[in-house]
């Protein structure tokens, strides 16, 4: 079955850096999008980025633009994700998400890894 | 950014009642929208793409409608694992958006 687990998670200081992975199982993953979506504590869903199968195109929340970046390796079954210049906002649970295919709307979702920022 | 505005923040329900949710969007979307479902402590679940399809075995009791800016979710008749925090997603364009969530609470 589907399986996705994402890593790296901790506390941080504002300003410093830290990459996320997420390595998956279970279907075909170099023909598969994948998302990272976070949620602060008692809050909602706020997509953060989208990488295509291929790493072809990326796609970023505004909130996270130039400071985040998302990557594959397809033959690792993985995929990243480049935090830099943190800020205290940026605290949440990191979901990885795999992507539908034919819309751009998650049908698995891994448990998350929770990210701290704080000093 | 397309703003996604669920209505109500919550909703108190009894088991067995019928129940709707509202998400509007800041524009239209034609029909490119999903909604989620999450328990605490869960990730999320895929409930219903293409603002009406429901995912791969999701009860019939639940129904989406809608198109262009104004969306619902309705649920037929409440069953105990309905009570949720229900989200709703555009995808019909970058970047993404969710709704803020409508929790859906026993009365």
């Known amino acids: 079955q589907v399986q996705v687990v994402e890593s790296g998670g901790g506390v941080f200081q504002p300003g410093g850096s830290l990459r996320l992975s997420c390595a998956v199982s279970?279907?075909?993953?170099?023909?598969?999008?994948m998302h990272w979506v976070r949620q602060a504590p008692g809050k909602g869903l706020d997509w953060v980025s989208f990488?295509?199968?291929?790493?072809?195109?990326?796609f970023y929340a505004d909130a996270v633009k130039g400071r985040f970046t998302i990557s594959r390796d397809n033959s690792k079954n993985t995929v990243y994700l480049q935090m830099n210049n943190l800020r205290v906002e940026d605290t949440a649970l990191y979901y990885c998400?795999?992507?539908?295919?034919?819309?751009?709307?998650?049908?698995?979702w891994g448990q998350g890894t929770l990210v701290i920022v704080s000093s | 950014e397309i703003v996604l505005t669920q209505s109500p923040a919550t909703l108190s329900v009894s088991p067995g009642e019928r129940a709707t949710l509202s998400c509007r969007a800041s524009?239209?979307?034609?029909?490119?929208l999903a909604w989620y479902q999450q328990k605490p402590g869960q990730p999320p679940r895929l409930l219903v793409f293409?603002?009406?399809t429901r995912a791969t075995g999701v009860p019939a009791r639940f129904s989406g409608s809608g198109s262009g800016t104004d969306f619902t979710l309705t649920f037929g008749s409440l069953q105990s694992e309905d009570f949720a925090v229900y989200y709703c997603?555009?995808?019909?364009?970058?970047?993404?958006?969710f709704g803020q969530g409508t929790r859906l609470e026993i009365k």
């Open positions: 524009q239209s979307i034609s029909s490119n």
């Open positions: 990488i295509r199968y291929d790493g072809g195109n990326q």
């Open positions: 998400a795999k992507d539908d295919s034919r819309h751009r709307i998650v049908d698995y």
């Open positions: 997603q555009q995808y019909n364009d970058w970047p993404l958006t």
């Open positions: 293409a603002a009406s």
């Open positions: 279970g279907f075909d993953f170099r023909n598969y999008g």
